[in-house]
Nanobody, 121 residues
Framework: QVHLVESGGGLVQAGGSLKLSCAAS????????MGWFRQAPGKEREFVAV????????YYADSVKGRFTISRDNAKNTGYLQMNSLKPEDTAVYYC??????????????WGQGTQVTVSS
């Protein structure tokens, strides 16, 4: 089990950028795929992006493709989500997770507490 903590959320104007970080407590983070999910009020938690444990494979939701970039630094036990050209519909609590290379919530066993991202119009 990997303990994860997200940071970097905040308030930004539409068109702006934010970079989220996901710090893992132990080095075993290196052997897990790392994913980002988000949940807006009244909505189900949805997939955003995932990166394989080696960092060479990535997959994005269509809604963020071309705007968001997922990355990881295994030496620092940290994952990242660079968010550019932010839109009001990106407003949500963002969660990082560790598990299998997948877009399904059920394939991730470790979750952070979430960080709020608010994009003003």
């Amino acid at each position: 089990q990997v303990h994860l903590v997200e940071s970097g959320g905040g308030l930004v104007q539409a068109g702006g950028s934010l970079k989220l970080s996901c710090a893992a407590s132990v080095r075993t983070f290196t052997t897990n795929a790392m994913g980002w999910f988000r949940q807006a009020p009244g909505k189900e938690r949805e997939f955003v992006a995932v990166i394989g444990w080696r960092g060479g494979m990535t997959y994005y939701a269509d809604s963020v493709k071309g705007r968001f970039t997922i990355s990881r630094d295994n030496a620092k036990n940290t994952g990242y989500l660079q968010m550019n050209s932010l839109k009001p519909e990106d407003t949500a609590v963002y969660y990082c997770a560790a598990g299998y290379y997948s877009s399904s919530l059920a394939d991730f066993g470790s979750w952070g507490q979430g960080t709020q991202v608010t994009v003003s119009s």
